[in-house]
């Protein structure tokens, strides 16, 4: 059901955020805002900021941001409509009247949600009755004892052809609903509908709110052409946007807390497996996952575990859902794999070892990037040649440009090329002990020359200097907030720790945060008015001046607010990543002088000097030129 905007923020203008929020959190007051500990991450020093003014969260330790209704479906994994609705009753705001076509298709999805339900509890009926010996007898072999029966709502169809429907029809169902449903089909050549499902172990496929929209069928005569059977696509059923085991899944999330993992199986009994395990587990129904069951998935949790056989039609379905996942990784959005041993599956495991090792072996997990590496990796074979090996590489730059976020884009593919050189290091100019004296800053007798300038005792220099004065692209990203400061956003807190990562630019952060605190105006007149009152009419001199080299997109005024913002936003966190980079060069440079760890240093050197070439030639903030 969609909602109008109008609606949605009379909900939000009756109800405070932080009175929500705190009723979860422990918020103390800074400010303007609300700070407390990370409700996402666990952590000791609080991360997690609500601003009432402006109607927002945001979590810097895991990057989640949202409003009233995201914060519900982040912490109880609500969906959309769900959070709406508790938060209206809340609000005491009535819930809109649906237009009378949608009422309709309601009230029908209502109707065929009734027979539904029916359906099921007569398949359960049948699996504790005479002629279902085979059924039972089947579940027994597999492990899955009588008590657990009615947990899944495990059923038996029958092989009459029609029995369901004759049960159905004499509770007043008209043969066309029970078409619609998927229970019965109708014969293309005509003739009267039969039942779907016969001689089948019944498993009910419900949505989040525990709701039977559809069944799968898993066929006792050895002979049948299809092993499973699903429902068809139906009024209330889309097979490509919804999972098996939802919403017993949410509920053990709940119960487990956020260092509980959500595992996605490959079938109906390792789905419930898992969950009699205790571990939140799903399946998609006989394909690959879609984008939407990926949305689905990212909802109730920001790392799902893939786990696949490890046979090659496993390996051949992780590969597919890690081309299609690719284009949609953010930060805090992404997949895990895990694969079970000696040719087994999740039931087999659980029959034969226990809980206890079904959950080891899944929980025994790897990065999306290191999965997506050896598929490559094996795909590429043989690599006896430079070419091939080449080809290789360009391949691994290509997937990395894949990923819509610029940011992990970038991360990525220094992650698999690191990979890459990893395995042919001598395809890369040897680095010697020289190379490393010299990094540490020691000539070719061995005598340490004068220390370079380096990261400050804060370690937020962005980049050894090239000149005198401020690091122009620093100082273009300090400029373009002068010019406007809503830049700032909800970036407030990170540029109070982190400054505009040059060291002469530190009072001039510190300024600007405290102003922002006092709750002062926040104009550009007003600003740099206050800023000058502070002595700093020389820096902002040699700003204006340093900030000329940086030929910055941002500092364009001719271009889109969006825009500016967009490629302001990229800038700075390159700069940021550069600082902590740098903080890490400087402990690898320690590191170097006292056992030799060359691997360590040149990793670091390496992201180092990527990212400060992608400053230089604009590489993912939209082609421009950020340093001449």
Known sequence: MKFDERFLDEIKSRLRLSDVIGRTVNLRRQGREYVGLSPFNKEKSPSFFVNDDKGFFHDFSSGKHGDLITFLQETERLSFPEAVERLAAEAGVPMPAPDPRAAEQE????????????????????????????????????????????????????GGRTALKDFLVSKGALPKELIETGVLIEPEAGGAPYDRFRERIIFPIADLRGRVVSFGGRALDPEARAKYLNGPETPVFHKGGMLYGMGEARRLLHLGGDDTALVVVEGYMDVIACQRADIPAVAPMGTALTEDQMAALWRLH??????????????????????????????????????ITGGKDPDDVLR????????????????????????????????????????????LRKLAAAIADPDLSQAYREALLQRYEGLWPLERPAFTRADAARAMGRGRDGKRRQPLTGATPAARSAARRLTQGPHPLAAAVAQAVIADPSLLGDRIELIDSQGFCDPELDKLAHA????????????SGALESHLRSLGHGELLREITEAARKAHAPFLDAAAA???????????????????ALERALQAAKADLENRFDVSSFWQLKTERDALQRALKTGEGLGGETLLH
Request: proline share 5%; glycine share 8%.
């Open 107 to 158: 009230k029908e999805r209502a109707s065929l949600g009734d027979w539904l339900e029916q359906a099921a509890r007569w398949f359960e009926a049948q699996l504790r009755r005479p002629g279902a010996e085979a059924a039972r007898a089947y579940l027994h072999k597999r492990g899955l004892p009588e008590d657990q029966w009615s947990r899944f709502r495990i059923g038996y169809a029958p």
């Open 302 to 339: 920001t790392e799902p575990t893939l786990c696949f056989d490890a046979d090659g039609a496993g390996q051949r379905a992780a590969a597919r859902v890690i081309e299609r996942a690719l284009p949609l990784l953010k930060p805090g959005r992404s997949f895990n794999f895990a694969m």
């Open 352 to 395: 034969e070892q226990g809980a206890g090792a079904l959950k080891a072996q899944l929980a025994a997990t790897e990065p999306f990037v290191d999965r997506l590496f050896k598929i490559e990796l094996e795909a590429a074979q043989p690599l006896e040649t430079p070419e091939r090996r080449t080809a290789l590489k360009v391949k």
């Open 512 to 523: 600007i945060v405290g102003l922002f605190l006092q709750g002062g105006a926040l104009d």
């Open 561 to 579: 607010q969006d825009t500016r913002a967009a490629s302001w936003s990229e800038a700075y966190g390159q700069l940021v990543r550069i600082a």
